[in-house]
């Protein structure tokens, strides 16, 4: 398990199975007003806003959420002014770390990750002292169908710019550049492939192993990190071996 995508992919999972729906639905809703007021409310011409839509419905954001988003973020309604930041830090065991926040309060936000990273054995780290060991990347996720393969896949996205295909157990993770984005999900559409989402990520250029034991440190804080409801994404740049989560898994249980 890597520290992008698949705990991304997990953790969308867990937060159904936990009851945390509406903090998940909270973070899908916002992403949405934030894209309908910087790139205007035409589907047809934003894109981002198409992708944010496109995951609040996979997650089963109702209808009537995603409406009340879009109102606000075209002003139609009152709605609260987001603005992102970019929160760098050291896990524990050095694990480089990314915060991404959409917040109407920097100071609360910079409160909640400060104490997330101090909680679990971090650190907050200097403005570009992290970031520089991940990428900006395109990825797009496919869920695995009975007509869906890996060469499937593949065969519809290599001429979109697609970089790589990825076999991530129940989806295949299509990677991009960011600008690459778009025409690769529309590459898939064409070949009437569904995709569970297409969004821009940081990925991170060399992973750090993990134990049973560094695993579990880095998940808690990821896990308090993403309990802030200004934050929307954490990414980390450590792996953990199906037999480490395979463990994690069994004391869960």
């Not at 520290?3 to 992919?9: P, V």
């Not at 075209?74 to 930041?85: C, L």
């Not at 519809?156 to 295909?165: N, Q, R, T």
């Not at 192993?209 to 309990?227: K, N």
């Amino acid at each position: 398990m890597s520290g992008h995508s698949k705990w991304a992919t997990t953790k969308h999972q867990k937060a159904v199975v936990d009851g945390k729906r509406s903090k998940l639905f909270a973070k899908l809703v916002k992403n949405i007003e934030v894209a309908v007021r910087s790139g205007g409310p035409d589907l047809a011409g934003n894109p981002t806003l198409v992708d944010a839509v496109q995951k609040a419905k996979k997650q089963s954001v109702p209808n009537e959420n995603i409406d009340r988003a879009l109102k606000r973020g075209s002003g139609a309604e009152t709605g609260a002014d987001y603005q992102p930041i970019l929160y760098e830090g050291y896990g524990p065991g050095g694990i480089a770390v990314l915060v991404e926040c959409l917040t109407d309060n920097r100071n609360r936000a910079a409160s909640d990750v400060r104490v997330a990273f101090s909680r679990n054995g971090g650190s907050l780290a200097d403005p570009g002292s992290v970031a520089y060991l991940f990428a900006r990347k395109g990825i797009v996720l496919v869920p695995k169908e009975a007509n869906v393969t890996e060469d499937s896949v593949l065969d519809a996205v290599l001429d979109a710019g697609a970089e790589e295909v990825n076999d991530l157990g129940d989806q295949f993770e299509v990677v991009s550049a960011p600008t690459d984005l778009v025409p690769v999900r529309t590459a898939l559409q064409a070949a009437h492939i569904d995709y569970d989402s297409a969004d821009s990520q940081f990925v991170p250029a060399m992973e750090v192993e993990v134990d049973a034991f560094g695993a579990r440190r880095i998940l808690r804080l990821m896990d308090m990190l993403e309990d802030s409801d200004d934050v929307q994404n954490v990414y980390a740049n450590f792996h953990a071996s199906d037999e480490v989560m395979a463990e994690l898994e069994a004391e869960d249980e």
